[in-house]
Nanobody, 124 residues
Framework: QVQLVESGGGLVQAGGSLRLSCAAS????????MAWFRQAPGKEREFVAI????????YYADSVKGRFTISRDNAKNTLYLQMNSLKPEDTAIYYC?????????????????WGQGTQVTVSS
């Protein structure tokens, strides 16, 4: 069975950095897109970044472009999100997700697999 397990969340001051990991297991993801979403209290889950597993092509939400970097390690079957210059508005639960094309990348409905989430809190 497919499992996505996030880790790396925590409490950090504004301007700081965190690296999230998502360990994937249960199948090969070579034809998948892997994404990060986040959900702040009282808000809808929103798209953060996506990577095509086969060629590492990436796309980011405008709110994180230039500050966050999504990457993957084929050998470890692990997805990463390097978050720099963190802001209090980045505070949320961060989820990794996996889906196959056709995919509306910003729409949560298109993703078949989800992790349980990891909390990121940025203090001002």
């Amino acid at each position: 069975q497919v499992q996505l397990v996030e880790s790396g969340g925590g409490l950090v001051q504004a301007g700081g950095s965190l690296r999230l990991s998502c360990a994937a297991s249960g199948r090969t993801f070579s034809n998948y897109f892997m994404a990060w979403f986040r959900q702040a209290p009282g808000k809808e889950r929103e798209f953060v970044a996506i990577i095509r597993w086969s060629d590492a092509d990436t796309y980011y939400a405008d709110s994180v472009k230039g500050r966050f970097t999504i990457s993957r390690d084929n050998a470890k079957n692990t997805l990463y999100l390097q978050m720099n210059s963190l802001k209090p508005e980045d505070t949320a639960i961060y989820y990794c997700a996996a889906g196959t094309p056709p995919l509306v990348i910003t729409n949560t409905a298109g993703y078949k697999y989800w992790g349980q989430g990891t909390q990121v809190t940025v203090s001002s």
